[in-house]
């Protein structure tokens, strides 16, 4: 059941609607500024529901709201997909396959900025490939992230890496569900559309590469020196057979969930196979109204994560059947005028809306019929708008720090310790490509810079 529940009525008007959302925005900047991990947004998110509460006329309507919020299907999807990866990522991250992987990173020299850089373009193709920004942190990060770490990388800058190479590949893949979003909401042909928008992802992901190697920052301990107690195990190598299946089944346009359960499957048996890990390893019960084993430690070690997608999805409801997505697309369309305004309506609309509901698919599809009635209108050409609106989508959504786009990296940064987490607030700082992205926009807008239709 997927129906949408009564519109919200609030005491104060406009301004009681807001509340909640104010709310939430107060306790994340809190939290960000205070360097929190993931429980610090959870607070955030259900301060907002209990805030609104208060606010609303109707509380029957606001439940409704909450529980429309969590049937949406993506809901399902991302928390599956949480759980799940944490499951593969720990098979990986405890068969010692990365220490293996981070011996040979540092015998062969590609250590510090340089790990960074490349982690870079190796996330950029997987990204471009598979067309999921949220399934490449589930294969990238267990795997890459602690390899770098441990060769003398930055915690933050590798994730920082990991989230632009996400961005640039949800940018620009032909099969990213944004991509084909932004190009079917306003008419444009698929294959123009991606040829059209290289003219923006690409000077940014160059752009970002340039940051990258310049200005990364390595661990104080020099490069390489999370390895040199460390021996390699040839045999761990097995495990990158979940990691493979994985992206296989991606680029084959499975779904993200039965990639990633092909992936345990395909872990449990090469581990067991070949002896690195024994039954009781994965699993077992040793009395006393107890678990144990990887598989469990995994699951259980997302309850964060879990809990704030539950604060994401609800607080989405309620902001939907509060009437926001509406107002906020009739009130910037008042703006398009011009040509040149139109094309700061559609920035605006759409990095407002993906900020606020965290799924850059979600705020195209909301408002692709406004931005294509206002865009025919100014005569600003389809191509150009599903440039905009999906170059926006990948600058704002990425740099919201509550969105999954760096959640879910630090909540997966956070399973190989303390010294290795990274706080979602500190995810947008070094996230290069969106930043790239962004000035590449404000270019763009100002200059007419990609405003040229293609030849047909």
Known sequence: MNQKGHRIEYRLG????????????????????????????????????????????????????????????????????????????????????????????????FTGRL?????????????????????????????LFPVGVMAGASPEFMIGAIVSGAAFGDNLGPISDTTIASSATQHAELGTVVKTRMRYSLPAAAGALLLFLLFAKTTAGGAGTGVSDVSAKPLSLVMLVVPVVIIVLCMMRKHLITALAWGILAGIAAGLLSGIYAVGDLVAFPGGFSVSGVIIEAVTGTAGTVAM???????????????????????????????????????????????????????????????????????????????????????????????????????????????????????????????????ILAAAVATGYGRKAPKS
């Open 14 to 109: 406009k301004a009681g609607s807001f509340a909640p959302l104010l709310a939430g925005a107060a306790m994340i900047v809190w939290a960000a500024c205070s360097q929190s991990n993931v429980n610090g947004y959870v607070l955030a998110f259900f301060a907002a529901l209990i805030t609104g509460v208060i606010f609303a006329k109707n509380e029957k309507a606001y439940g409704e709201a909450l529980v429309y919020g969590l049937s949406k299907p993506m809901f399902g999807v991302i928390v599956l997909a949480v759980i799940l990866a944490a499951v593969s990522g720990k098979l990986i991250s405890a068969s010692g396959v990365v220490q293996t992987i981070a011996v040979y990173v540092v015998e062969a020299g």
């Open 115 to 143: 790990f960074v850089a490349v982690s870079f373009l190796i996330t950029c193709l997987l990204a471009f490939a598979t067309g999921t920004s949220v399934g490449t942190y589930f294969v990238v990060i267990p795997i």
């Open 309 to 439: 997608l539950i604060g994401v999805f609800a607080l989405l409801g309620v902001l939907e059947c509060s009437g926001l997505f509406e107002d906020v697309g009739a009130m910037l369309s008042r703006l398009a005028k011009t040509e040149r305004s139109t094309e700061v309506t559609i920035v605006l609309s759409v990095g407002i809306l993906s900020m606020v509901t965290g799924v850059i698919s979600v705020a195209i599809v909301a408002l692709g019929d406004l931005i294509h009635e206002i865009g025919e209108k100014a005569g600003v050409n389809p191509y150009r708008r599903a440039n905009l609106m999906d170059c926006t989508g990948c600058v704002f959504c990425f740099l919201a720090p509550w969105t999954v786009h760096c959640v879910i990296p630090a909540q997966l940064s956070a399973q190989f310790g303390e010294g290795a987490a990274v706080a979602p607030g500190s995810v947008p700082f070094v996230n290069y490509y969106s930043l790239c992205m962004l000035a």
